[in-house]
């Protein structure tokens, strides 16, 4: 009879044993692979194209500068031929982005191949992925110059602002692509040793000049993207002090200013855009959390004086992006209906929390945006290189 009872008691206890933790890096690459390698073969398709292969009359800059112009800025109905005015969160179609656009191909071209890598170890996409890493920072006839004087101009007002420092999040995904790699033999150092020149001369020139300098000052999500390029670049450059920088400003600077009590972000609720700045704002936090996160200073589990921390950041957001009808706001003035997609910090604080949740909706979600803003604000699509 007592066996009878201790077997029983077995049975009932593990009826009630939670599923095992799911091995969410496994089971990703798993869900990824078919678009991956789509992806890869795509990419194995591409001829490079730099900032050397299109320009604008209206930039002040040369042949091999980054140029831009302001998205929500328009020719003033008063004043037709005058300086441009602003309409918070309404994109200008007319306004020149090739610049931005030959960026972001050069961040699928780079982060579809190195995914692919990652899968397959085949060199073949190293190899390919060489030719586009030479044509933007190494070759002298078409590489771009490491600054971003002339980005997110306004017709009539400035020949470049520091809010396109912003338009540089897509270099991400190619520094971390080349940390990958750099595992593979036909990597040769001097091709990483001078990538790993240019994108230290970009980091320098991000922390003394006048744009760069206004744009970590800045209180809101260019900020957290300011710190989250500084934290990737120098990551592939192993600067330390740099990185050791940038969790103390993210735990001193940016948590605690931008981040309220219960886990939301006020500057970006007073958008016209609150829902898509709030995912964008917590992704770049994600982020930071992510590349610099050690064993010693773990930022996922950092908290600020008021309880802050990335967690009660995920927990404010997240039946929101699970159910976007529950959002208490007014929908944004555009792009309403293509946010969320697979959001990076579903599936990084999915991993870090253990949160199976979160890493379901992500799985759902669209992992192949098409919409143009949607991708604007979305530097991490390849999150296999990051795993």
Same mark, same amino acid.
């Given at each position: 009879?007592?066996t009878?009872k201790?077997l029983?008691f077995f049975?009932?206890a593990?009826?009630?044993t939670?599923a095992?933790v799911?091995d969410?890096?496994?089971?990703a690459?798993?869900?990824?692979?078919?678009?991956?390698?789509?992806?890869?073969?795509?990419?194995?398709?591409?001829a490079?194209?730099t900032?050397?292969a299109e320009s604008?009359?209206?930039?002040s800059?040369g042949k091999?500068?980054?140029?831009?112009?302001?998205?929500?800025?328009?020719?003033d109905?008063?004043?037709?031929e005058g300086?441009y005015?602003?309409?918070?969160?309404l994109?200008?179609?007319d306004?020149?982005?090739?610049h931005?656009?030959?960026?972001?191909r050069?961040?699928?071209?780079i982060?579809?191949?190195?995914s692919?890598y990652v899968?397959t170890?085949?060199?073949?996409?190293?190899k390919?992925a060489i030719?586009?890493?030479?044509a933007?920072?190494l070759?002298p006839?078409?590489l771009?110059? %490491?600054?971003?004087w002339?980005a997110q101009?306004?017709?009539?007002?400035? $020949?470049?602002r520091?809010? +396109? /420092?912003?338009?540089?999040i897509?270099?991400?995904?190619?520094?971390?692509?080349?940390?990958?790699?750099?595992?593979s033999?036909?990597?040769?150092?001097?091709?990483?040793d001078?990538?790993?020149?240019w994108?230290?001369?970009?980091?320098?020139?991000?922390?003394?000049?006048k744009?760069?300098l206004?744009?970590?000052?800045?209180?809101n999500?260019?900020?957290?993207c300011?710190a989250?390029?500084?934290a990737s670049?120098a990551?592939?450059?192993?600067?330390q002090?740099?990185?050791?920088?940038?969790?103390?400003?993210?735990?001193?600077v940016l948590l605690?200013?931008?981040?309220?009590?219960?886990?939301?972000?006020?500057?970006?609720l007073?958008?016209?855009?609150?829902y898509g700045?709030?995912?964008?704002n917590?992704?770049?936090?994600?982020?930071l959390?992510?590349?610099?996160?050690? %064993?010693e200073?773990?930022?996922w589990?950092?908290?600020?004086?008021e309880? $802050?921390?990335?967690?009660? +950041? /995920?927990d404010?957001?997240?039946?929101f992006?699970?159910?976007k009808q529950k959002?208490?706001?007014?929908?944004?003035?555009?792009y309403?209906?293509?946010?969320?997609?697979?959001?990076p910090?579903?599936l990084f604080g999915?991993?870090?929390?253990?949160?199976?949740?979160?890493y379901?909706?992500?799985?759902?979600?669209d992992?192949?945006?098409?919409v143009?803003?949607?991708?604007?604000?979305?530097?991490?699509?390849?999150p296999?290189i990051?795993?």
């Open positions: 009879m007592k009878v201790l029983l049975l009932i593990t009826s009630f939670a095992p799911i969410i890096k496994k089971d690459a798993a869900l990824l692979k078919e678009q991956v390698m789509k992806e890869a073969r795509w990419a194995l398709q591409q490079p194209v900032v050397t604008s009359p209206r930039s800059g091999h500068d980054f140029f831009s112009e302001a998205d929500y800025f328009w020719p109905p008063k004043n037709p300086p005015v602003e309409r918070d969160g994109t200008n179609p306004n020149f982005v090739a931005r656009k030959a960026m972001i050069l961040s699928n071209v982060g579809a191949l190195a692919a899968l170890g085949d060199e073949k996409y190293v390919h030719l586009h890493l030479e933007w920072f070759n006839e078409t771009m110059n %490491p600054n971003l002339y101009a306004i017709k009539g007002k400035h $020949q470049g520091n809010y +396109g /420092i912003i338009d540089t897509h270099l991400m995904e190619v520094a971390q692509g080349v940390l990958v790699f750099e595992r033999g036909i990597f040769k150092k001097n091709i990483a001078g990538i790993k020149k994108f230290f001369a970009y980091t320098v020139w991000l922390n003394t000049s744009p760069g206004q744009e970590k000052a800045i209180k999500n260019h900020s957290s300011w989250m390029q500084v670049f990551k592939l450059c192993n600067d002090p740099m990185l050791d920088s940038m969790r103390l400003r993210y735990k001193n605690p200013a931008q981040m309220a009590a219960d886990g939301s972000f006020p500057l970006e007073a958008r016209t855009k609150p700045y709030s995912i964008f917590l992704d770049a936090m994600v982020m959390c992510q590349i610099l996160s050690t %064993p200073d773990n930022l589990t950092y908290q600020a004086k309880g $802050q921390s990335i967690q009660t +950041g /995920i404010y957001l997240f039946p992006v699970r159910d959002w208490p706001l007014k929908p944004d003035v555009m309403w209906k293509d946010w969320p997609v697979a959001q910090f579903l999915a991993k870090a929390f253990k949160k199976e949740s979160w379901q909706t992500w799985a759902r979600l992992h192949h945006p098409q143009e803003e949607v991708i604007r604000n979305l530097p991490i699509r390849h296999l990051w795993l």
